[in-house]
Structures are given as C-alpha cells and as structure tokens.
C-alpha cells in the first residue's frame, strides 16, 4: 500500500470515528435543548470540546512539521513534539469521556490516530513523497474531523442559546473564533508545502485564497456577535478589538503576501523555520475571544439559572 493510499483509507476511517463521537455528544445536546437548567452543562460540553479541536489543529500542524523535515527518517525533536501533541489530544479528550461509553472513547481517541501513525512510517521516506502525501490527505482528513466536531458544537450552541437566549450573542462569537482559528491554521499548513520548497501549484494557491475569503467571513460574522453582546458584555467588544488591532491586520497582511507569493510562483518571504515559529503564535489570537465568549456565555447561564 502506497503512502498516499494509506492516508487516503485513514480518512474513511477518521469519518466514522468522528462521526460516532459525534452522535455520542448530539445526545448530550437534546438534554440540553429540553432543560434550560442544564445550559451551564451544555456550556461546558462546548468548552471541552473546543479544546479537542484546538488540539487536533495542533497535532495537525505537528504532523505537517514531520512531513516537511528534512530527507530521511524523522529525528528526535521531531519525534518529541508528535508525542506531545498527540498527548495534549489525549488530555484534550478526557473531560468529554470521563464516565461515558466504551465506543465514545474508542471514537475520540481514534480521530488523528491512523493518520499519525502513516505519518510515522512515511517519515523514512524522501521529503517529496511525503510532501505529496501530506499535500492529498492531510487536509481533507482534518477538515471531515473539524466538520464533525463542528457540528456537534453548532449543535450544542443552538441547545444552550434556546435555554438561555442572553448568551447567544456570546456563543456565537465563541464559535466564530473557533472557526476562525481552525480555517486559518488549515491555510497556513497548505502553505507550508510552498514555503518549504515544495510545489504547492497554482490550485493549491488558489483554494488558499478560497480560504482567506472563508476567513473573512469569520471574521465579519465574530465582529457581528460581539456588537449584538453590546454594553452587557464589553469583555468582548474589547476581545474583538484586540483581534482587529492584531491578527486580523498585521497578521493577514503577512499571510496575503505569502499567499500571493505562492500564486505567482515567487519565494515566500520569510524561510519555513521563521513561518513555524511565527504561524502558531499569531494563530494564537483567535482563541483569545473564543475563551472570553465561553466564560461570558457561562456567566449569563449563571445569571439566569440564580
């Protein structure tokens, strides 16, 4: 079985897994639709659950890290940092499965498994095979993860809006950040293919600007929400704020240049080693809102239910 065949069949699989975990957690969420009382529970489901997909997002970046190194076996560090972000995956996990079913477990946990694991064995490989590998199943792999998972969390929003409707505002900005962040990360890991020195292609470079457009609908839709939280919660105008001041400038701007560059067949401007250093960093600003509008919308849950 080649590489790209064996990352390939991972993303069936990925499908199903999510999938289940998807129905395990959509239960949880009728509870929540039919008891106003259980919001603040609905509230946390959604707050664990962000963690997991923040951290598969990690892991993901890990795994394209790997599969760009240099030529021949992954070394050490490599090797290192796939075990922590798989680990941080794992620990990710546990507020959702503590007590629950067998099946939900196996399901969660199984998510990124078999695609690190082909990772692993095409890491002895040269660096252009796993390139192309990375460049067909990495991406669509995360995004049948992320889509599930997303799913359920729409869900879960929609369940804790109706039992409390002043946290909606919040809820939504929650889930706009999240999106945010993870659409971001999947374009920065699509362009790492071209900043490595790989042949990211014009289609690549394109569906990376298909991405930018997605961002930006995020984005107008983030700011939406926290206009509509208004003076109740200025916590979030202020977390909006912070993000257009930052990430959604400065940041953007880098990522337009380095997206334009792969287009037209131009070097990045700036090497691998300074994009992996900077990309997370700067993601780390769409996380910033999504945590304040979790906290804001349990807040207003616990205002209700007093």
Not at 77 to 102: D, K
């Amino acid at each position: 079985m080649t590489i790209r065949t064996s990352l390939l069949t991972t993303l069936l699989l990925m499908g199903g897994l999510a999938a289940a975990l998807a129905l395990w957690l959509a239960a949880g969420a009728w509870d929540d639709a039919r008891a106003a009382r259980r919001v603040d529970e609905a509230t946390l489901r959604l707050s664990a659950l962000a963690a997991v997909r923040e951290a598969l997002v990690r892991e993901a970046v890990v795994l394209t890290d790997l599969a760009l190194a240099a030529p021949g076996a992954a070394d050490a560090p490599a090797l290192a940092r796939l075990r922590a972000a798989g680990e941080a995956s794992a620990a990710a996990l546990a507020p959702l499965l503590r007590g629950e079913s067998a099946l939900a477990a196996e399901a969660a946990a199984g998510v990124m498994a078999p695609l690190r694991a082909a990772l692993l064995e095409a890491a002895a490989q040269p660096r252009d095979e796993r390139a192309r590998a990375l460049n067909d199943a990495l991406p669509a792999a995360l995004e049948v993860a992320l889509g599930q998972l997303g799913q359920v969390a729409a869900g879960l929003s929609r369940a804790a809006a109706a039992g409390a409707p002043g946290a909606a505002a919040a809820l939504g900005m929650a889930a706009e950040a999240q999106t945010l962040f993870e659409t971001m990360s999947r374009r920065s890991m699509m362009l790492s293919l071209g900043i490595a020195g790989g042949a990211l292609g014009y289609e690549r470079a394109v569906a990376a600007t298909a991405l930018g457009g997605r961002v930006a609908e995020a984005w107008s839709r983030l700011r939406a929400a926290a206009a509509q939280a208004g003076e109740a919660a200025p916590a979030l105008g202020e977390a909006s704020a912070a993000l257009a001041a930052g990430l959604m400038a400065e940041g953007e701007e880098t990522f337009a240049a380095l997206v334009a560059a792969a287009r037209d067949g131009l070097p990045a401007p700036m090497t691998y080693a300074q994009f992996r250093d900077w990309a997370p960093r700067t993601l780390a600003a769409a996380l910033v809102p999504r945590d304040a509008a979790l906290a804001e919308a349990a807040a207003q849950a616990g205002a209700q239910a007093a």
